[in-house]
């Protein structure tokens, strides 16, 4: 391979996560991509091109696999399904996100394409649709590469692209300067850990929503929570025992809250902001959507 095994797996684990959602499934796409490479002989491998192009080409079917089996899967997860959140890669803990490799470099590069919000996004589209997108959209590759990927003519994978990306435009908002969302979720944080409604609800969009994420294994809300005034009394309401601990963090390279007891965090929360009001509240409990965010 003429390229570095490193960058590739790297490129690999961020095309994978935009497309799944999911880091882990990500790690899994890019394993089984470079089992399916060294499973070559050798004079199959000397015969391939493009050696980067083959690996894409692997994950992205093999993205589009899981993505169609993942919507049986979803019918039987119970509760919502919200995608992994993930650390600024500062807060990475050692050996987790880097296949155990303990190099930085297999980490997600975070942009506005993992965004919660995006994510959510992608998430409802067809699994065609979302390879598509993200492969041409995000990647930059040309409709020829993608139709070959994908299995349908470029025409076909032009309209799915232009299909999902009519999705993307209808749910975005006025993108809110990084420090003004930074202050929003202080002044959330503030007013919860205060259970002060008042505060709370002048934070929220009349027509906010917080959807919870606990995947049957630790308790979750059952239904997404509408309604500034709703979630307000939510989280006020809410009994947090005197070891827990609410911090700013990073979410998917933009500000978020992670809870914390006794060193472990319990609950990540996303948030989509505009016009300085919060819109969508996303808080994954999951415990194996957490790795990320485990240290030691």
């Known amino acids: 391979m003429t390229t570095s095994p490193t960058a590739e797996r790297r490129r690999l684990i961020n095309l994978a996560y935009r497309m799944l959602g999911s880091f882990a499934e990500a790690e899994d796409v890019a394993q089984e991509t470079y089992a399916r490479w060294y499973a070559l002989s050798p004079r199959q491998r000397e015969a391939v091109a493009s050696p980067g192009g083959w690996l894409t080409k692997v994950a992205g079917r093999i993205c589009l696999d899981v993505l169609r089996s993942a919507r049986a899967r979803r019918e039987r997860y119970v509760g919502a399904w919200i995608p992994e959140p993930l ?29 919660m919000a995006f994510l959510v996004v992608l998430d409802a589209m067809t699994p065609a649709e979302r390879v598509a997108f993200v492969l ?17 003519t470029p025409a076909a994978c032009r309209q799915l692209a232009s299909s999902a990306r009519r999705r993307v ?16 979720v202080r002044e959330f944080k503030e007013a919860w850990e205060a259970k002060d409604i008042n505060v709370l609800l002048g934070l929220l969009d009349a027509d906010a929503t917080a959807v919870g994420d606990g995947g049957g294994l630790v308790s979750a809300l059952p239904h997404p929570i509408e309604g500034a005034e709703q979630i307000a009394r939510f989280f006020a309401g809410r009994i947090a025992p005197d070891r827990l601990v609410l911090r700013a963090c990073t979410v998917n390279g933009q500000p978020g809250l992670a809870a914390h007891m006794d060193g472990a965090v319990l609950a990540v929360y996303a948030f989509d902001i505009a016009n300085g009001r919060i819109r969508r509240i996303w808080a994954v409990l999951n415990p194996e959507k957490l790795r990320s965010w485990r240290r030691g």
């Open 87 to 115: 650390p600024t890669p500062a807060e990475w803990p050692a050996g987790a996100g880097d296949g155990g490799t303990g190099d930085p470099a297999d980490r997600v590069t975070l942009d506005e394409s993992v965004g």
């Open 169 to 184: 435009d209808a749910s975005r908002a006025p993108v809110a300067p990084t420090a003004q969302r930074a202050r929003v």
């Open 136 to 152: 041409h959209d995000v990647f930059r590759y040309s409709f020829a590469e993608v139709a070959d990927i994908v299995g349908r």
